[in-house]
């Protein structure tokens, strides 16, 4: 029995409908007007969603096991670390970080607007280095690895990382005056979200949003940051708000004429969870063993993945840059070429 018991527990607290059986259980509806109902009644959205993303892939004989085992291990993997961490890096943050704050914003909805944008900065300023620098890549990696979109890549995430993400996040409010209530609704908000933009071409096809998808991000900008071409690595870092792409120019559309590829550079071996889950710490190590001198060794860990002692760099900048030349010199000869047949015409 205790089995059943404890696998009850685990359904429910996957599916976060314990505040739904509660409100069931009490029948006191006048609770979805306040800020607890309004979180148990969205709680299990994303997770039935995902039932019916796999629901759907089944119906059209879509399914494959191998799109949805690896983040279903980290998700078992991570089940309770994880999580009680990063709870307990948010708490010291705010314990910490409170007195220092350069003011404290009320609870209006200007200062939330306000509050919002300083998280979203929070959030690209972690998500970026997750991405520029390679041992925060070691930590981030896993959540890129998976070779298809739907969402239990969501699930997909390193045991730290919460805490590395949510200590740069929450320091980053509470300094600039987010108060802990409206952080916590804010981290509600990114956190449904943030998970929803993870859903499959299957159940959204184009998810572009049409001109929602010009002030906020969408499923669509979020499958380009998962892309591996090389037009569309270290772009589109924010999650629901995207100015900061904008302004530090990470921003990047889904082109129609790009058909894109998840998963990172490297070939992974995704029925290999240890070369899922510590393949990127596997190979930093590797290269910090065989650089030559301290120096060196240290700049592989700070350096953005596919910096090279030696000199022959594979940086995403490196790559998108290389990709944009070919591109403007193969469309220079698409444009010089009918010119220069029809000069051949003429003559
Ligand atoms: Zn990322
Ligand atoms: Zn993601």
């Given at each position: 029995?205790?089995v059943?018991?404890?696998?009850?527990?685990?359904?429910?607290?996957?599916?976060?409908?314990?505040?739904v059986v509660?409100?069931f259980?009490?029948?006191?509806?006048?609770?979805?007007?306040?800020?607890?109902?309004?979180?148990?009644?969205?709680?299990?959205?994303?997770?039935?969603?995902?039932?019916?993303?796999i629901?759907?892939?089944?119906?059209?004989?879509?399914?494959?096991?191998?799109?949805?085992?690896?983040?279903?291990?980290?998700?078992?993997f991570?089940?309770?670390?994880?999580?009680?961490?990063?709870?307990?890096?948010?708490?010291?943050?705010?314990?910490?970080?409170?007195k220092?704050?350069?003011?404290?914003?009320?609870?209006?909805?200007?200062?939330?607007?306000y509050?919002?944008?300083?998280?979203?900065?929070?959030?690209?300023l972690?998500?970026?280095w997750g991405?520029?620098?390679r041992?925060?890549?070691?930590?981030?990696?896993?959540?890129?690895?998976?070779?298809?979109?739907?969402?239990?890549?969501?699930?997909?995430?390193?045991?730290?990382?919460?805490?590395?993400?949510?200590?740069?996040?929450?320091?980053?409010?509470?300094?600039?005056?987010?108060?802990?209530?409206?952080?916590?609704?804010?981290?509600?908000?990114?956190?449904?979200?943030?998970?929803?933009?993870?859903?499959?071409?299957n159940?959204?096809?184009?998810?572009?949003?049409g001109?929602?998808?010009?002030?906020?991000?969408?499923?669509?900008?979020?499958?380009?940051?998962?892309?591996?071409?090389?037009?569309?690595?270290?772009t589109?870092?924010?999650?629901?708000?995207?100015?900061?792409?904008?302004?530090?120019?990470?921003?990047?559309?889904?082109?129609?004429?790009?058909?894109?590829?998840?998963?990172?550079?490297?070939?992974?071996?995704?029925k290999?969870?240890?070369?899922?889950?510590?393949?990127?710490?596997?190979?930093?190590?590797?290269?910090v063993?065989?650089?030559?001198?301290?120096?060196?060794?240290?700049?592989?860990?700070?350096?953005p993945?596919?910096?090279?002692?030696?000199?022959?760099?594979?940086?995403?900048?490196?790559?998108?840059?290389?990709?944009?030349?070919?591109?403007?010199?193969?469309?220079?000869?698409?444009?010089?070429?009918?010119?220069?047949?029809?000069?051949k015409?003429?003559?």
């Amino acid at each position: 029995m205790d089995v059943l018991h404890t696998l009850y527990h685990e359904f429910v607290g996957f599916f976060n409908v314990d505040g739904v059986v509660k409100l069931f259980r009490t029948g006191n509806y006048q609770s979805l007007l306040t800020w607890d109902g309004i979180t148990a009644a969205i709680g299990p959205f994303i997770p039935f969603l995902l039932v019916i993303e796999i629901i759907r892939a089944a119906v059209y004989k879509r399914f494959k096991i191998e799109d949805y085992r690896v983040p279903f291990l980290i998700f078992v993997f991570n089940r309770f670390i994880g999580r009680f961490i990063s709870l307990a890096m948010v708490a010291l943050c705010i314990g910490f970080f409170s007195k220092y704050a350069i003011f404290t914003a009320t609870n209006t909805w200007y200062w939330f607007i306000y509050g919002y944008i300083v998280w979203e900065f929070g959030h690209f300023l972690y998500h970026y280095w997750g991405h520029k620098v390679r041992l925060f890549w070691c930590l981030h990696s896993q959540h890129h690895t998976p070779e298809t979109m739907n969402l239990s890549v969501t699930y997909a995430h390193f045991f730290l990382e919460g805490a590395y993400a949510d200590v740069i996040r929450t320091t980053v409010c509470i300094l600039l005056g987010v108060n802990p209530f409206m952080l916590g609704v804010i981290m509600f908000i990114d956190g449904t979200w943030g998970a929803f933009i993870h859903v499959g071409e299957n159940v959204i096809k184009d998810a572009r949003f049409g001109f929602i998808g010009r002030l906020i991000l969408t499923p669509s900008h979020h499958r380009v940051h998962h892309a591996r071409n090389p037009l569309y690595m270290d772009t589109n870092f924010c999650n629901l708000l995207n100015i900061w792409d904008r302004v530090f120019k990470t921003y990047e559309p889904e082109r129609r004429d790009i058909t894109i590829e998840y998963g990172i550079s490297r070939k992974v071996n995704m029925k290999n969870f240890f070369d899922v889950y510590f393949g990127e710490f596997y190979y930093l190590f590797k290269d910090v063993v065989k650089a030559p001198g301290l120096k060196n060794k240290l700049l592989y860990i700070v350096m953005p993945p596919g910096w090279s002692h030696t000199g022959e760099h594979k940086t995403a900048t490196i790559v998108k840059r290389e990709y944009r030349e070919q591109e403007a010199a193969s469309q220079q000869t698409a444009t010089i070429q009918p010119a220069y047949e029809q000069e051949k015409a003429i003559c």
